[in-house]
C-alpha cells in the first residue's frame, strides 16, 4: 500500500508545482499591457468575428481561471478578469477559449469525440475507485475467486475510460493553444513581447492537463496490477 501513497504523493507535488507555476505566469503576464488596448473580451470577440462565427456570445464567469468554452450553449465564458483586463494573459485565455469555439465551429475530431465521452467519463468517474475497492475487499475475503474480482475489473474499465479522457483532451487544449497563438501572431494582435508572453502562459496551462493526464494513466496502472496481479 506505500506505493499507492507514493503515487499520489508524486501526482500531487507535480499538480501543485505546475498548478503554482500557471498562477505565477499569469500573474506576471497581467502586468503585460497591451498595446492595442482591447479587453480579453474584446480580443475574444473579434478572434469569432475573424473566423466568420456569429452564433457564440462572449460573457464573464465568476471566478479564477474559471475560463470555458460551453459547446451546449455556444458561449465563451470569461472569468471577471480576462473579460476586463488588457494584457497579455487576457488576451492569451481569451483567444485559447475561442479556439475551442472554432474548432467546434470545424467539427475538429478531436473535440468531438471528448464531447461524446462527457457523459460516461461524468458518471463512471464517481463510481470507478468505490467498484475497484469494494471490488478487491470482496476478493479478498472470498480467496480472489467469484464476483469480486469482476467487480473490480469494471472499476478498472471505469478508470481506463477516465485516463482515456484524459489523453484525448491533451490534443483539444494544445491545438485550441495553437489556433489562439497563431491567431494573436499573423493578424497582429500583439506585440513580440506580448506574443512571448501569452506564448509562456498557454504553455504552463497546457501542462496542467499532461500532468493530469500521466496522473490517471499512475493510477490506472497501480490498481490493475492490484486487481489483475493478484490472480494466479
Known amino acids: 500500500?506505500?506505493?499507492?501513497y507514493i503515487i499520489i504523493g508524486a501526482i500531487a507535488l507535480a499538480s501543485w508545482a505546475v498548478s503554482n507555476t500557471l498562477k505565477n505566469k499569469f500573474k506576471k503576464y497581467s502586468k503585460v499591457h497591451l498595446r492595442n488596448g482591447m479587453s480579453g473580451a474584446e480580443i475574444a470577440e473579434k478572434?469569432?468575428?475573424?473566423?466568420?462565427i456569429r452564433?457564440?456570445?462572449?460573457?464573464?464567469?465568476a471566478g479564477m481561471l474559471t475560463d470555458h468554452y460551453d459547446p451546449r450553449n455556444k458561449t465563451v465564458n470569461l472569468s471577471a478578469s480576462v473579460y476586463s483586463q488588457r494584457n497579455a494573459a487576457a488576451a492569451a485565455v481569451?483567444?485559447?477559449?475561442?479556439?475551442?469555439a472554432v474548432q467546434h465551429a470545424q467539427a475538429y475530431e478531436w473535440?468531438?469525440?471528448?464531447?461524446k465521452l462527457v457523459p460516461m467519463?461524468?458518471?463512471?468517474?464517481?463510481?470507478?475507485q468505490w467498484l475497484v475497492f469494494g471490488g478487491l475487499i470482496l476478493g479478498a475475503a472470498s480467496d480472489n475467486t467469484g464476483i469480486g474480482f469482476y467487480i473490480a475489473i469494471v472499476g478498472l474499465g471505469f478508470m481506463a475510460l477516465a485516463t482515456a479522457f484524459s489523453f484525448i483532451t491533451l490534443p483539444v487544449e494544445y491545438d485550441a493553444s495553437n489556433r489562439a497563438l497563431a491567431w494573436l501572431k499573423n493578424k497582429n494582435m500583439v506585440s513580440q513581447q506580448?506574443?512571448?508572453g501569452s506564448k509562456d502562459a498557454?504553455?504552463?496551462?497546457?501542462?496542467t492537463y499532461l500532468v493530469a493526464a500521466l496522473g490517471s494513466l499512475a493510477m490506472l496502472l497501480y490498481w490493475g496490477l492490484q486487481v489483475l496481479g493478484g490472480r494466479d
Not at 481569451?94 to 475551442?100: I, N, Q, S
Not at 473535440?111 to 464531447?115: A, E, F, I, Y
Not at 467519463?121 to 470507478?128: A, E, K, N
Open 1 to 4: 500500500m506505500i506505493e499507492f
Open 47 to 52: 478572434m469569432l468575428a475573424d473566423h466568420g
Open 55 to 61: 452564433d457564440v456570445k462572449v460573457v464573464s464567469t
Open 94 to 100: 481569451a483567444a485559447h477559449e475561442v479556439g475551442h
Open 111 to 115: 473535440l468531438t469525440m471528448r464531447s
Open 121 to 128: 467519463v461524468s458518471v463512471s468517474s464517481r463510481f470507478s
Open 194 to 196: 506580448e506574443y512571448a
Open 202 to 207: 498557454l504553455k504552463w496551462a497546457a501542462r
